[in-house]
């Protein structure tokens, strides 16, 4: 049976950016290093730019896990930041689910690390009391392919939408009339071929 379509809607979504933290950054290995930290930072630059409301949480990160990663500190310095003491499951933690519902938002747009614990178990949680919830799975890392791939097959099957940051932001924004500078410039900053796309377009528009 097919699933309607529900599109992001930048005014009823929010960002959760569930324990991007240094040490479990060490165990990606589904994807390059740096091409998922820039993922990362994309999403991140987009939920500022959309003006989304976003969380931080990290998981006992006196530990193994590691803090935070410090550009998401800079990048939100007035976001809710929650350090869970233990909890494996983010949706576990009273403070983290209070953040999620004082955002009065409806969709829930999650990322983290790793992709079949931090941002699966919270995403069934969430589907479980209806939020919609969407998944940046570029912005998400894990051991390697086939623990990706499970984890993705099992959200998926639940009722989560699976997207890359780029799509996120496509479908958030819209139209290319409402700030073609802005959004271009975004996508220059992470995606180098896109760069050069926008200074031949900045050429074409200087061009007497």
């Not at 747009?109 to 919270?122: D, K, L, N, R, S």
């Given at each position: 049976?097919?699933?309607?379509?529900?599109?992001?809607?930048?005014?009823?979504?929010?960002?959760?950016?569930?324990?991007?933290?240094?040490?479990?950054?060490?165990?990606?290995?589904?994807?390059?290093?740096?091409?998922?930290?820039?993922?990362?930072?994309?999403?991140?630059?987009?939920?500022?730019?959309?003006?989304?409301?976003?969380?931080?949480?990290?998981?006992?990160?006196?530990?193994?896990?590691?803090?935070?990663?410090?550009?998401?500190?800079?990048?939100?310095?007035?976001?809710?930041?929650?350090?869970?003491?233990?909890?494996?499951?983010?949706?576990?933690?009273?403070?983290?689910?209070?953040?999620?519902?004082?955002?009065?938002?409806?969709?829930?747009?999650?990322?983290?690390?790793?992709?079949?614990?931090?941002?699966?178990?919270?995403?069934?949680?969430?589907?479980?009391?209806?939020?919609?919830?969407f998944v940046v799975t570029d912005a998400s890392g894990t051991f390697n392919a086939l623990t990706r791939d499970a984890a993705?097959?099992?959200?998926?099957?639940?009722?989560?939408?699976?997207?890359?940051?780029?799509?996120?932001?496509?479908?958030?924004h819209r139209d290319w009339r409402n700030d073609v500078e802005g959004l271009g410039t975004l996508f220059a900053n992470h995606?180098?071929?896109?760069?050069?796309?926008?200074?031949?377009?900045?050429?074409?528009?200087?061009?007497?």
């Amino acid at each position: 049976m097919s699933t309607p379509y529900i599109r992001l809607d930048k005014d009823d979504a929010a960002v959760l950016l569930v324990d991007h933290q240094t040490g479990l950054a060490s165990l990606v290995r589904d994807i390059e290093p740096d091409q998922f930290k820039n993922n990362v930072l994309a999403l991140a630059d987009l939920a500022r730019y959309f003006e989304l409301p976003t969380i931080l949480t990290t998981s006992f990160e006196t530990g193994p896990n590691g803090p935070l990663m410090a550009e998401l500190k800079e990048t939100f310095p007035e976001a809710p930041y929650i350090a869970r003491p233990g909890q494996i499951n983010a949706w576990d933690n009273d403070d983290f689910v209070a953040a999620v519902r004082a955002t009065g938002k409806k969709q829930l747009i999650i990322a983290g690390i790793v992709t079949e614990v931090c941002v699966a178990f919270p995403t069934l949680s969430a589907l479980a009391e209806d939020f919609e919830v969407f998944v940046v799975t570029d912005a998400s890392g894990t051991f390697n392919a086939l623990t990706r791939d499970a984890a993705l097959d099992r959200m998926s099957a639940a009722g989560a939408q699976l997207m890359t940051w780029f799509g996120v932001a496509c479908e958030l924004h819209r139209d290319w009339r409402n700030d073609v500078e802005g959004l271009g410039t975004l996508f220059a900053n992470h995606i180098p071929d896109y760069k050069h796309l926008m200074e031949g377009h900045n050429a074409r528009q200087s061009a007497p």
